[in-house]
């Protein structure tokens, strides 16, 4: 059965970057699936981060992407998160998520547990 | 990117049909999904590719789509039913879309 658990530190300062890790088990991180983040802020909806298709390709969400980048470590099957300058406004549960397979890239079909991250100074 | 819009919230009386819609040009093209979420918890896959299902969820969900707008039915609302529900695509910029989501309350 496959597993996504997301890990990092819970506060972050404002300015600082916010690191997330993604640990992927019960399958594989290079197999046939974009592997990405949405995040939501405390009694709002979902926002989606980022995704990216192994080895490489990326796809982001335009109002975030001067400020993400995305990675993935097949060794280690993970995925990385790092938002840089980051203010109050990107306090939320951030979620490591599976899409669908290549062709049905608009799905999510598997949820991490969610990581909760507050911005302070 | 585009958006996908939702009523934010409906009620539905116990063992009664309730249906949730989502709408947004991008559905033209490409299929929704539809998610469950309770609070605390991670949002879960409910309804995919218009009308699939996975496995473990009732067949009590359903969905549909017809132009512009995607539904999602509950037939027969259970007390365990009450969440909020998002629909969620894609658009022809690989942007992942979110609807703001229907609270459902079941009565």
């Known amino acids: 059965q496959l597993q996504l658990q997301e890990s990092g530190p819970g506060l972050v300062k404002t300015s600082e970057t916010l690191s997330l890790t993604c640990t992927v088990s019960?399958?594989?991180?290079?197999?046939?699936?974009?592997w990405g983040w949405v995040r939501q802020p405390p009694g709002k909806g979902l926002e989606w981060i980022a995704s990216?298709?192994?080895?490489?390709?990326?796809h982001f969400n335009s109002s975030l992407r001067s400020r993400v980048t995305i990675s993935v470590d097949a060794s280690e099957n993970q995925i990385s998160l790092k938002l840089n300058s980051v203010t109050a406004s990107d306090t939320a549960v951030y979620y490591c998520?599976?899409?669908?397979?290549?062709?049905?890239?608009?799905?999510?079909?598997?949820w991490g547990q969610g990581t909760l991250v507050t911005v302070s100074s | 990117s585009s958006e996908l819009t939702q009523d934010p919230a409906v009620s539905v009386a116990l063992g009664q049909t309730v249906r949730i819609t989502c709408q947004g040009d991008?559905?033209?093209?490409?299929?929704a999904s539809w998610y469950q979420q309770k609070p605390g918890q991670a949002p879960i896959l409910v309804i995919y590719?218009?009308?699939g299902r996975p496995s473990g969820i009732p067949d009590r969900f359903s969905g549909s789509s017809s132009g512009n707008t995607a539904s999602l039915t509950i037939t027969g609302a259970q007390a365990e039913d009450e969440a909020d529900y998002y629909c969620?695509?894609?658009?022809?910029?690989?942007?992942?879309?979110f609807g703001g989501g229907t609270k459902v309350t079941v009565l």
């Open positions: 998520a599976r899409h669908g397979d290549h062709a049905d890239y608009g799905k999510i079909d598997n």
């Open positions: 019960g399958g594989s991180i290079s197999s046939n699936y974009y």
């Open positions: 990216i298709f192994y080895p490489g390709y990326t």
């Open positions: 991008s559905l033209r093209t490409f299929y």
């Open positions: 590719d218009k009308t």
């Open positions: 969620g695509s894609r658009d022809s910029s690989a942007n992942v879309i």
